[in-house]
């Protein structure tokens, strides 16, 4: 039987405020455990949640920027459950009212588009944390967490592949962070996924039984974590067994997930509104303000990028990924580099050099202008597209800029058409069988030729003049 693979994701975005969501606690990284946890957060007797504008004005923007429906009015609820990690035994999150509805994300997958339909973003604060590593029998607890601002952004069940849900978790990571509203450091639990996955028999209308995997805190488990889940699923299924919906982990080690609850519904959660806290108005002039301070948008430049520079979709894209990578290719541009140019030593040498390395493109030790002033003596004629590897090797190294480098390596290109004339008489000169063999019709010598015309120049003849004059030579 054939199986089809159903995604939604629901991910969990921190929003980039200093202060809680209902509180004046910090939101910094790395503070020692229940040192950034207030009487609000750990719900004093007689404290009272005050909503964080600033939380508010991002989920409106992330709403603007996925041409969603902003709610004019939401209304925070009490969701109820219990947890050792989270003090008030309920969770303040928003249900029938939340402050996004709908909207839609491009995503791009290989070599192909599709538009991802979503359901939802709504406030929410984020709990405690459990700690078992380093306690032996015994459990810790740690609510610096608690109350952290967290903007819930759910997906429609569309993605019918680990390659699809990867591509949107990154969309939607490039988005956030190009917005400014969240970090993006998912080692430290900024951005979190949840997958939920299912499979039904190809073409099927009803949806299978779903599992919720839980916080997978990188793309590369992310994949590897739908991956096994579907395969588990249809063994089970073809093993005559009932999928039972459940929340699962993800284990790493192991590379399988398990399970850790049967999973709950809406229901179960009894939710209500919070009677401590006002529904929230948001005025028409209000996202008119949040609107005029959007910058260009992943898309629009995308759009822009294809049309301006000629660049393909999937490039512009790529190019579009982050808004670093963009304002890299920008400021290259503008200090002199061709467009197409640019975007192709992008995304071969400078991304490769980036990933071998295990950096990120705004740590780059080659700035903008230096690449530009490497790619303008490619393009007139200085050194070759293999000369300028080596040349951009040096550079990475802290050696200097492309300049100094040519000269100080003598690696500028022999335009000299006399002096490459000479080199390629000597190599026909000393490959007089090979000369014969391509005369004779087999032209596959001809690169060979071209290798040993190269490789007697050290690699400094202009590719292009070698392969006009040796054609020339060999054809009288």
Not at 8 to 19: A, D, I, R, W
Not at 211 to 234: C, G, M, P, T
Not at 423 to 428: A, G, K, P, S, T
């Amino acid at each position: 039987m054939k199986w089809e693979v159903v995604i939604g994701l629901e991910v969990h975005t921190q929003l980039s405020t200093q202060s809680k969501i209902f509180s004046a606690a910090s939101t910094a990284f790395g503070a020692e455990p229940n040192r950034q946890a207030c009487a609000v957060d750990i719900a004093l007797p007689g404290v009272l949640p005050v909503l964080n504008r600033g939380a508010v004005e991002r989920a409106i923007q992330f709403g603007l920027a996925i041409g969603a429906r902003i709610n004019r009015k939401s209304i925070f609820a009490r969701k109820n459950y219990f947890y050792p990690d989270l003090p008030k035994g309920y969770q303040i999150s928003q249900f029938e009212l939340p402050i996004v509805e709908g909207g839609t994300l491009t995503i791009q997958v290989g070599d192909y588009e599709k538009t991802i339909n979503l359901t939802r973003a709504h406030l929410e604060e984020d709990a405690g944390k459990s700690l078992h590593e380093d306690f032996h029998g015994s459990t810790g607890i740690d609510l610096n967490r608690a109350g952290t601002p967290l903007l819930e952004i759910v997906s429609e069940p569309e993605m019918r592949s680990s390659a699809e849900a990867v591509a949107y978790a990154k969309a939607l990571h490039g988005l956030v962070t190009w917005l400014g509203i969240c970090d993006g450091n998912m080692q430290e639990g900024s951005f979190r996924v949840d997958a939920n996955v299912s499979v039904r028999p190809l073409g099927q209308k009803e949806f299978g039984t779903r599992r919720e995997i839980k916080n997978l805190n990188s793309f590369k488990f992310l994949q590897q974590a739908i991956d096994y889940e579907v395969q588990w699923q249809i063994e089970q299924i073809e093993d005559g067994n009932k999928i039972v919906q459940a929340t699962v982990l993800f284990d790493p080690a192991s590379g399988t997930t398990r399970m850790m609850r049967t999973k709950e519904d809406a229901h179960d959660y009894r939710y209500f509104p919070d009677p401590d806290l006002l529904p929230l108005h948001v005025s028409d002039e209000w996202i008119e303000r949040v609107k005029a301070g959007l910058p260009e948008l992943p898309s629009a430049k995308k759009a822009r990028f294809s049309e301006q520079y000629g660049l393909s979709a999937y490039d512009a894209g790529v190019l579009t990924s982050s808004k670093a990578m963009s304002g890299y290719f920008e400021a290259a541009v503008g200090a002199g580099a061709e467009g197409k140019a640019t975007a192709n030593w992008l995304m071969g040498e400078v991304s490769a050099t980036l990933n071998r390395d295990e950096k990120d493109i705004g740590d780059c030790p080659i700035a903008p202008a230096s690449l530009a002033g490497l790619l303008k003596r490619i393009a007139d004629n200085t050194i070759s597209n293999k000369i300028a590897k080596e040349v951009f090797a040096a550079m990475w190294a802290g050696e200097g800029e492309a300049d100094a480098v040519i000269e100080a390596k003598g690696l500028k290109q022999v335009t000299d058409s006399g002096a490459i004339e000479k080199i390629i008489d000597e190599v026909l000169a000393a490959n007089a069988a090979m000369v014969e063999e391509y005369r004779s019709g087999k032209e596959k010598v001809f690169g060979a030729l071209v290798g040993q015309a190269m490789k007697a120049s050290k690699g400094k003849a202009n590719p292009a003049q070698v392969n006009e004059l040796l054609k020339k030579k060999l054809s009288s």
